[in-house]
């Protein structure tokens, strides 16, 4: 729990036992203003995983020659260990990625990871970083740090940025974010009490309908309040 891994030549993601890794990048030399078209992460991957893992915004900053599963810097401690309190991360992920190839992995940032770069690039005092993060996994996986002795293996973040002549891209309309609560074992019968969450982009406009419904299993399943 006190150990630093800043100066490692890999970085480990896991969730048996639970390891995250933070990774940051600094773009105060982009002028402020300047639009952000795309943008993807590169990472060397040594040790490959079929789990699915999280990129998450860093709401606390954090030093990379002193951070440890419980504390950020020597100045003070995360406010839960192992990064896992509401003023430590954003709960939500900027994006999902699998890391099942050996070698070089890409993972395509969505329009949530483009805000969150545009964000910092207006504003470089809000980078934080990331963190990669994955505790209900039970596979773990391992990808080349800063410190490899070959720099392509080392984690990359390319942006393609907009020409000051060229139009803002309209954002792009994506899917709403389900999570329909945590796993639960359930004798028929029983009374179930759900709880979940939705998150939307607010595009292209108008509310968002939701309505719990059955999709498989045994016995006959009747809602309080289906909405």
């Given at each position: 729990p006190s150990e630093n891994f800043g100066d490692d030549p890999y970085l480990e993601i896991d969730g048996s036992p639970?390891?995250?890794?933070?990774l940051g990048w600094d773009l105060s030399h982009i002028q402020p203003g300047t639009q952000v078209d795309s943008a993807s992460?590169?990472?060397?991957?040594?040790?490959?995983?079929?789990?699915d893992y999280g990129l998450f915004e860093m709401l606390q900053g954090w030093s990379e020659d002193e951070a440890t599963w419980e504390r950020h810097s020597d100045s003070g401690t995360w406010e839960s260990a192992g990064i896992q309190g509401t003023s430590d991360a954003a709960a939500q992920a900027i994006a999902t990625f699998v890391p099942d190839t050996l070698g070089s992995f890409s993972i395509e940032l969505g329009s949530a990871g483009l805000a969150l770069l545009q964000s910092w690039i207006d504003d470089p005092s809000t980078n934080r970083g990331i963190l990669l993060q994955g505790y209900k996994s039970s596979n773990g996986a391992a990808f080349s740090s800063r410190e490899s002795g070959t720099v392509e293996r080392r984690p990359q973040l390319t942006i393609t940025l907009l020409d000051d002549d060229q139009p803002t891209p309209e954002?792009?309309?994506?899917?709403?974010?389900?999570?329909?609560?945590?796993d639960?074992?359930?004798?028929?019968?029983?009374?179930?009490?759900?709880?979940?969450?939705?998150?939307?982009?607010?595009?292209?406009?108008?509310?968002?309908d939701?309505?719990?419904?059955?999709?498989?299993?045994?016995?006959?399943?009747?809602?309080?309040?289906?909405?």
């Open positions: 639970d390891e995250a890794t933070l992460i590169t990472l060397h991957v040594s040790n490959r995983s079929d789990d954002p792009t309309n994506e899917a709403p974010t389900v999570d329909a609560g945590t639960q074992t359930v004798t028929v019968a029983d009374t179930v009490q759900l709880q979940a969450s939705v998150q939307d982009d607010g595009l292209p406009s108008g509310s968002m939701v309505q719990w419904s059955v999709v498989s299993g045994p016995g006959t399943v009747t809602f309080a309040d289906a909405t």
